[in-house]
């Protein structure tokens, strides 16, 4: 059962818009606390989805429900619902945003041990997704991450200076005495939160309780996820340079100064010349209202687009110290990716000297090897003549070797006729004796 102390009184703050898919889950955490003495004050901010059916679908006394005509913004929704409020503490929880259910409870006993009556208190974050799962690894998980390691070095005075490390308006825990003294958040779209916490943080040290007691939801409808660069450099500027000219003037003011520098440098919202031009302008007497002017660009221009246009300067020179950080560390990178490059072309040009050197001395040789070619080309083409004209000579002693034989040939065939005629007539001349040798014998 939910610890039901009858003092004091805790008024949740829930400014809704357009959040029917969250609403619930964020008023359940709120009315499900295990600290019981609390009002919940929600204001629909004139949503056009089913956010105001969610509110009116809970039966809890503790529930006072509001609804706007007309949407009047995050600020104004806030600074209504603070008038509405009676509790001597106040917290505030955004319509897509999840209370830890023992969050109050700690705060409370937070605000008991420091026993101040102008109390200031927020926890640490832990990041959920549209369906409520984890989300620690989205971008704005890791920079609150990087932002709470940066603020462990400061000291408590100037960790709103480094960023916002409550994150969200849901964060904000406060006394009714504090509020009285600090004011109303400003018309700021962006950095209402954070604003209000600088001004605070002014007239008492903040308590950071270092536990997990409230889910930031983070969606594509998320406030800060709107890409509207000029408006977040102005009004980034605008509450920088408040908060910087209401730095304490006293004995330690140099070391204020000092660790207020080493909070801006680690700041991503830290733009130094858009910071500078809004400070010019506050030692010129331009009044706040209309500093918070400024940052809405009223008459459709920037101050800062105009000083860009009337100086001739790039943007870029706008940008905040981390993006010129990033920047000049990818000058620098690139200065050394083009040094690398140029060692790289040295060595290649040497290695190409080595190697035309090596293919001049293989054209020599090539050369003397063609030479040598070309005389051995000479030399064949000689023989090749000599044993042409030795076969010709060849040929030529075969044809008269050829006729010898065959005038041998008729020689032979002429003394074997030779021959054979002479046979014949001996043989006649033979026979003839012989027939007359007969004859005479006969006789």
């Known amino acids: ?23 619930r889950a964020a008023v359940e955490s709120v009315l499900g606390q295990t600290y019981g003495n609390l009002e ?47 509790g001597a503490f106040i917290a505030i929880i955004n319509s897509d945003d999840v209370f830890a259910t023992n969050r109050i409870d700690r705060m409370l006993a937070e605000a008991r041990t420091s026993g101040e009556k102008e109390i200031f208190a927020f926890t640490d974050v832990d990041f959920i997704g549209p369906a409520g799962e984890p989300a620690n690894e989205h971008s704005r998980a ?14 408590p005075g100037v960790w709103f200076l480094a960023g916002n490390p409550a994150i969200t308006t849901s964060n904000l825990f406060f006394s009714r005495a504090l509020a009285n003294e600090v004011g109303d958040f400003a018309p700021l779209r962006y950095t209402h939160d954070w604003d209000w916490a600088l001004r605070a943080q002014e007239r008492t040290p903040p308590i950071w309780i270092r536990e997990s007691l409230l889910a930031y939801r983070v969606h594509a409808a998320n406030t800060l996820s709107e890409d509207d660069a000029w408006r977040h450099i102005h009004e980034n500027s605008h509450v920088q340079s408040r908060a910087l000219s209401s730095l304490p003037i006293e004995s330690g003011a140099e070391n204020a100064a000092f660790q207020a520098c080493l909070a801006l440098l680690k700041n991503e919202s830290f733009h130094p010349l858009p910071l500078l031009l809004y400070l010019i302008h506050r030692l010129a007497g331009v009044p706040n209202s209309r500093m918070e002017a400024l940052t809405s660009g009223q008459g459709g221009t920037w101050l800062m687009q105009k000083i860009a246009e009337r100086s001739a300067s790039p943007e870029g020179i706008f940008h905040s110290v981390r993006q010129l950080v990033e920047r000049e560390q990818a000058i620098v990178a690139q200065d050394r990716l083009i040094e690398e490059r140029f060692e790289i072309i040295q060595r290649m040009r040497s290695e190409i000297a080595n190697r035309d050197q090596i293919i001049a001395g293989q054209a020599e040789l090539i050369e003397e090897r063609f030479e040598i070619i070309q005389r051995m080309s000479s030399e064949i083409a000689n023989r090749d003549q000599v044993i042409a004209d030795q076969a010709e000579l060849i040929e030529e002693r075969w044809r008269v070797m ?8 008729n020689r032979d065939e002429w003394i074997a006729g030779l021959h054979a005629d002479r046979f014949v007539r001996m043989a006649l001349f033979v026979r003839r004796r012989w027939i007359g040798l007969r004859s005479w014998l006969i006789r």
């Open 1 to 23: 059962m939910p610890n039901t102390h009858t003092t004091p009184l805790v008024s949740v703050l829930m400014p809704a818009y357009n959040h029917a898919s969250y609403v």
């Open 40 to 86: 919940l004050i929600a204001i629909d901010d004139a949503s056009s989805d089913a956010t105001w059916n969610v509110l009116q679908s809970f039966e809890d006394e503790r529930l006072r429900r509001y609804r706007h005509d007309s949407n009047q913004g995050a600020h104004a929704t806030l600074n209504e619902a603070m008038g509405l409020a009676q």
């Open 142 to 155: 890791i920079a609150y991450r990087d932002l709470r390691a940066t603020c462990d070095l400061l000291m």
């Open 402 to 409: 050829t006729h010898m034989t065959q005038e041998i040939a």
